[in-house]
């Protein structure tokens, strides 16, 4: 049950996060907060583009009467009205190229029905009355161009019109650091040299270890195939050296070459032997 609760609370938090971001893209301002001072409006005409204003947000409402004020307490110039019910407000018109027929903005105002507010996706465009000076229009390649920092210049040949920027003419600096080496280059190339010198001594390493370890395997076949000669040279010598128990030890003192023993003869006990003084 607590758990269910929890996750009740989590999503209820994540879902108004959610529309405190959405909100936060748009300045909502329904209705005006001051009361300021207005002056006539002047009527551009319909849009197809509201940029560069910003849109605060509709209202059930709208009117151009309301939207003058809110444009006038933000200090723009220009306000614009779209799909009958947001007001949009602003420092340029936009653009020359974007204007469409004034037809295109039909959608009767939300707060009084015999006016047009603008259109569905069309901006009726008009100047709040703020200041007398001119209004130009919004121009997105001088926008562009001031966003990257590089200058721009109109150059008229004949016929046609060129907009030339800085970007399109290389500099000196821009040959200088295509000439020279990269450093990109350089950082593989010192990664591939180290990488293949630890692949060398991992072979020297390995290739010594297995050389050593052949020798110890010969090593160890020689001692092998020498063990059995040498234990039975020494199992020869011991049975050569067994004496037999029937054997006189003063018979075993002399030499060798005193011959052969009989099987049938014990020679373990002395054996008395009576001679006869005159030999018989």
Not at 42 to 51: E, M, N, P, R
Not at 57 to 62: C, I
Not at 202 to 207: D, N, P
Not at 210 to 218: G, L, S
Request: proline share 6%; hydrophobic share 35%; with cysteine.
């Amino acid at each position: 049950m607590v758990s269910t609760k929890f996750a009740s609370a989590v999503a209820a938090a994540s879902l108004l996060s959610m529309a405190a971001a959405e909100s936060s893209s748009i300045l909502l301002i329904p209705t005006p907060t001051a009361s300021v001072t207005r002056n006539a409006m002047d009527q551009i005409g319909c849009f197809s583009t509201g940029v560069p204003l910003e849109d605060h947000g509709p209202w059930t409402f709208q009117t151009a009467g309301n939207c003058q004020p809110i444009c006038l307490g933000l200090n723009k110039p220009v306000m614009g009205l779209v799909d009958g019910t947001n007001c949009w407000c602003g420092d340029l018109i936009p653009p020359k190229d974007s204007q469409v027929a004034n037809s295109s903005c039909d959608t009767p105002c939300a707060g009084f029905d015999q006016d047009f507010c603008g259109g569905a996706s069309k901006w009726w465009i008009a100047l709040t009355g703020l200041t007398k000076n001119k209004i130009g229009n919004y121009d997105p390649k001088s926008a562009a161009s001031s966003k990257t920092g590089v200058p721009s210049a109109v150059v008229t040949a004949g016929p046609s019109t060129v907009v030339v920027t800085a970007s399109d003419t290389p500099t000196s600096d821009s040959k200088k650091s295509s000439s020279g080496p990269s450093k990109a280059g350089i950082a593989a190339g010192v990664v591939v040299g180290v990488v293949g010198l630890a692949a060398v001594i991992a072979g020297v390493i390995f290739y010594l270890r297995h050389r050593r370890r052949r020798e110890v395997e010969e090593e160890y076949r020689r001692q092998a195939a020498a063990n059995p000669f040498v234990s039975g040279g020494k199992l020869h010598t011991s049975n050569s050296s067994m004496t037999d128990s029937r054997l006189d030890p003063e018979f075993m003192a002399r030499r060798a070459s005193n011959g052969s023993i009989a099987d049938n003869e014990d020679y373990s006990r002395r054996i008395l032997k009576v001679t006869n003084p005159d030999g018989h």
